[in-house]
């Protein structure tokens, strides 16, 4: 990781209209080529956004042709590329891995797995302690990220806590769940601004070949945006994702933040000159949501002390079927096909004899919706005010 932030970024806008990993061959080179932001590090830390299991193509998570491409110049550098994400608290990671492919994806590429305690043991962790840091005033980052160059790999896209979540958002995955937890108590737009103190990637690219707008970041629309953006300062980038989606970075709370204590950054735009691709809309911002979403961490502290190591109160309140975005079958409309059952990715979440889903294994990537020809599955308590999908 750098330890400042340049002077003056370059930033490189370019369509994925010849393809994902065309274009990230471009960004990369624009941008000085992958020489330059690996030097000597034997490791490249490549940080996707791997939130949940819901495919690129919902625009949810980072496509695998970018990771592909950069895998390719990393090893063409005569490094390793290694994948380090940890989903959200509430989804399980390898299940998480397993909807999305992740294990075969690396497997062809070349790619290794680093699969840190989520939890933060001590062994695997080292702790930060950022100077001019207000809430996060410690954390911890994987301690074999110390000599590695660490490539961010974000999607862009609304969300309905952070409203966007974007280059300087991304590095909380590979945080472990109590820092997590402690950031979203603590206030998560002032401690995103805390994180990326003592977090600098050396390049990030945000992943605009579909992003998401609305109530992002899981069950938004998808954007379709066909686009790329590269530089090595994350807010500089993210500065120049809002003018591609019409927002203004002052509407974000972090980039507001990041604006007033980082300063402005300044850059050379490089590659194409796209205007608004699209204007996206933000997340509606629902006090009672935003309240309940938030009280789930503070809970969490009293939670752990009784609960067994890596169960958290969200993923045990999500497992009761009562809240967050789940499948549900309609029992009257079903005809018992087993569509839905053969569509799941996980074992025995979907019981065709009693056509109940079990939300204690159900990562809500929602595939048994799409697949059901015959509309008997509904989805229950999205997050935003969008009807389903
Ligand atoms: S795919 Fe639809 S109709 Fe078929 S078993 Fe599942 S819920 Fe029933
Ligand atoms: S039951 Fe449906 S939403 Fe749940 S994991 Fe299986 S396919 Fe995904």
């Not at 992740?102 to 680093?114: M, S, T």
């Amino acid at each position: 990781m750098v330890a400042t932030r340049p002077d003056i970024d370059t930033i490189s806008i370019t369509r994925t209209f010849d393809g994902i990993e065309a274009a990230a061959h471009r960004v990369i080179s624009q941008t000085g080529g992958m020489a330059s932001f690996i030097k000597d590090a034997k490791i490249a830390v490549l940080k996707p956004n791997f939130v949940a299991g819901r495919s690129a193509e919902t625009g949810s998570t980072t496509s695998f042709a970018l990771l592909k491409a950069v895998a390719e110049e990393v090893h063409a550098c005569g490094a390793e590329p290694v994948l380090c994400e940890t989903p959200g608290t509430e989804f399980d990671r390898e299940a998480t891995y397993t909807i999305l492919g992740v294990e075969k994806f690396c497997a062809d590429n070349g790619i290794r797995i680093v699969r840190i305690d989520p939890e933060g043991g001590e062994q695997d962790w080292i702790e930060l302690q950022p100077a001019g840091a207000k809430r996060l005033r410690r954390f911890r980052i994987p301690r074999f990220m110390q000599e590695a160059c660490f490539i961010n790999l974000p999607v862009l896209k609304t969300h309905v806590v952070s409203t966007m979540t974007l280059g300087m958002k991304n590095p909380m995955g590979i945080l472990p769940r109590p820092d997590r937890r402690a950031m979203h108590t603590l206030g998560i737009a002032q401690c995103i601004v805390d994180m990326n103190r003592g977090i600098k990637p050396d390049l990030t690219i945000i992943d605009g070949s579909v992003g998401q707008d609305g109530e992002g970041p899981l069950y938004g629309d998808k954007a379709d945006l066909q686009v790329l953006v590269a530089g090595r300062d994350s807010l500089a980038v993210d500065l120049v994702c809002c003018q591609l989606v019409g927002i203004k970075p002052r509407a974000i709370p972090h980039l507001k933040l990041a604006l007033e204590q980082l300063g402005q950054p300044s850059w050379n735009l490089i590659g194409e000159d796209t205007g608004v691709i699209k204007q996206f809309r933000l997340p509606e911002q629902k006090t009672v949501y935003r309240f309940i979403f938030w009280l789930m961490y503070p809970l969490d502290y009293p939670y752990s002390w009784i609960a067994e190591r890596g169960k958290h109160f969200c993923t045990t309140l999500y497992s009761t079927g009562l809240v967050g975005t789940r499948p549900q079958i309609n029992e009257a409309s079903c005809t018992r096909c087993g569509i839905c059952v053969e569509t799941c990715p996980l074992p025995n979440v979907i019981d065709l004899k009693t056509l109940q889903v079990n939300y204690k294994t159900c990562q809500r990537c929602l595939l048994c919706y799409e697949a059901c020809p015959e509309n008997a599955i509904s989805v229950k308590g999205y997050s935003g005010t969008r009807k389903p999908l």
